[in-house]
């Protein structure tokens, strides 16, 4: 496990909700931020606050070397070949989005397939809804195994000679799944489709090397990994951002700009119309350093032995159903469950009177839910800064809400 010190770094941790010591347990929707973040957000505008890339004078320097050397950050952390491969997004939402507007209208045809699972955010569902409706593309859903993990076999099944586009998430929001994205990136390839890749949960938990899994975009945001709201990023490779077109215009993106028609910047401006998130690229490259130097593979192990326990204490309350891979090693730190007789909302408010936060709802992912034969679920979500004594916390209140609606 990690040192508990840890938790000393986030000085949101250290206050009481409703009487009790906050236990929070719902980082896959947003992660809590150390204070190396948040001092790095307070030192750019206190002192280098200014627009980039346009000025010459100092403040405009530091404030452009702040936001191209966050750009190298994320370039480092994905192992991406060039910061021209890395775009600014406003998070995984917006870069999915421009994917699909941008290489998808350009590349696909009426009859082309695009090909996604039951387990997808909703961020990874409507853009390709709208694409195929723009373009006559038929959207096609890859079946799960019965434990909310993708088989391979199935995965080559569903494609076809038609299929252009391949896009899911590496790991699941609700089931924690880790699914095998270098191997499904191979299938894809074999059919000339380009893979998409939703990191949103995968990059604040694993180590992400995009040459290596040869996917042709990866998104993720940075407040799922320590850092601030509003900020993300997409890589794409060169070779296919170079082909695509912007979809926002306006400043900074341009060229040159005449009356009737204008030309674009190169890579990767040209995809960032107007004023730039700066201080969010800024505190995204430091929430970046922070988890780099906690160490990704101390993060993964220390969740998965997190997930491990809190399974094995969960399992003891009696009449909770847990939804997921069955083996805690082949989840992410993602906990989701029902409590018989109990609905999720009530049972996330009880938990919060006891100062837990876990997360209650569809999850974007109402298709899942679907799926999973269930309306809603409860979620409990754990990062570097949760320890077992969370866990315990989180089941004594479950045993609590049951007591209470019996």
Known sequence: MLNKDIRKDFPILDQEVNGYPLVYLDSAATSQKPRQVIEALADYYQND????????????????????????????????????????????TTALNLVAQSYGRANIGEGDEILITYMEHHSNIIPWQQLAKATGAVLKYIDLEEDGTLSLEKVSDAMTDRTKIVSMMYVSNVLGTMNPIKEITEIAHAHNAVMVVDAAQAAPHLRLDVQDLDCDFLAFSGHKLCGPTGIGALYGKKALLNEMEPVEFGGEM?????????????????????????????????????????????????????????????????????????????????????????????????????????????????????????????????????????????????????????
Not at 52 to 60: E, I, K, S, Y
Not at 287 to 299: F, K, M, P, T
Not at 374 to 385: D, E, Q
């Open 49 to 92: 606050n200014a627009n980039v890339h346009r000025g010459v004078h100092t403040l405009g320097n530091r404030a452009t070397e702040g936001y191209e050397g966050a750009r190298e950050t994320v370039r480092k952390f994905l192992n991406a070949s060039s910061t021209e491969e890395i775009v600014f997004t406003r998070g995984t």
């Open 254 to 406: 341009i060229d040159f700009v005449g009356l009737y028609d204008s030309t674009w910047k190169e890579l990767p401006w040209k995809f960032e119309g107007g004023t730039p998130i700066i201080a969010g690229a800024i505190g995204m490259a430091a929430a970046i350093d922070y988890i780099e130097s906690v160490g990704l593979d101390n993060i993964e192990k220390h969740e998965h032995e997190l997930v491990a326990y809190a399974m094995e204490q969960m399992k003891t309350v009696e009449g909770l159903e847990i939804y997921g891979p069955r083996d805690s090693s082949k989840r992410a730190g993602i906990v989701t469950f029902n409590l018989d007789g109990v609905h999720p909302h009530d049972l996330a408010t009880v938990l919060d009177m006891n100062g837990v936060a876990v997360r209650a709802g569809h999850h974007c992912c109402q298709p899942l839910m679907k799926w999973l034969d269930v309306s809603a679920t409860a979620r409990a979500s754990f990062y570097l800064y949760n320890t077992k004594e969370d866990v315990d916390r989180l089941v004594e209140g479950l045993r609590m809400a049951k007591e209470y609606f019996q």
